[in-house]
């Protein structure tokens, strides 16, 4: 699996778009990046995940670039409840597994 | 999604002793994993629990310390064996569920070990 890199540490302000970003240079064509968020003391959290479209859900947006070297997840409305790890993943179609890596942790501040 | 639970949610045990971790899923599932998270780090994969056969461990983790069971499609057990201070940890169980989207993976609330 490729490996994915995060900044260690962002701040958002209460009510203001998150934009977490990710890079994953070396994803393959088979790759999907899934986004997970672990909130302190509970399991991850699926949160999205895209191959080469930009996706949507009721939690977040999902930007992949077009040449899929990078991505970013956005939370559109940050509220305290998002202060959390959040992880990039890139997974390969019929891998059984997923690795994480170090995560961000985003604190949405007052 | 799927209702994941494990049990004991936490314990506190003493260096040399054994603690089975029992995770129970809601729906039928494909795949069982269990994973560690050490204190202040990310999750680390230990094994796939497969149905009715040995589990598939990953580099740096062996059967004789961490035995699993899978004995049906919604529930497994992990072991920790002989434990010391440094299996303190969370362990997770994770499952991808069958039929949906087979690529989307949840996780149970995590059991809290501490070995003194």
């Known amino acids: 699996d490729a490996k994915t890199t995060q900044p260690t540490s962002m701040d958002c302000a209460e009510g203001r778009a998150a934009n977490l970003p990710c890079n994953h240079s070396?994803?393959?064509?088979?790759?999907?990046v899934y986004w997970y968020r672990q909130i302190h003391s509970q399991g991850p959290q699926y949160i999205i995940h895209?191959?080469?479209n930009n996706e949507t859900n009721e939690m977040a947006s999902l930007i992949i670039t077009e040449d899929r070297k990078s991505s970013t997840l956005i939370l559109p409305h940050a509220t305290l409840r998002d202060t959390a790890v959040y992880y990039c993943?890139?997974?390969?179609?019929?891998?059984?597994?997923?690795?994480f890596g170090t995560g961000t942790r985003l604190t949405v501040i007052p | 999604s799927a209702v994941i639970s494990q049990k004991p949610s936490r314990d506190i045990c003493q260096r040399g002793t054994s603690l089975t971790i029992q995770c129970q899923v809601d729906s039928q599932v494909t795949m069982m994993f269990w994973y560690r998270q050490q204190p202040g780090q990310s999750l680390t994969l230990i094994a796939t629990a497969n149905q009715g056969s040995e589990a598939t461990y990953e580099s740096g983790f062996v059967i004789d310390k961490f035995p699993i069971s899978r004995p049906n499609l919604t529930f497994s057990t992990l072991t920790v064996s002989n434990m010391s201070p440094e299996d303190s940890s969370i362990y997770l169980c994770?499952?991808?569920?069958?039929?949906?989207?087979?690529?989307?993976?949840?996780f149970g609330p995590g059991t809290r070990l501490t070995v003194t």
């Open positions: 070396t994803i393959s064509g088979n790759e999907y």
């Open positions: 994770s499952v991808r569920l069958a039929g949906g989207s087979s690529r989307e993976q949840y």
């Open positions: 993943i890139v997974r390969a179609t019929g891998a059984n597994n997923l690795f």
């Open positions: 895209g191959l080469k």
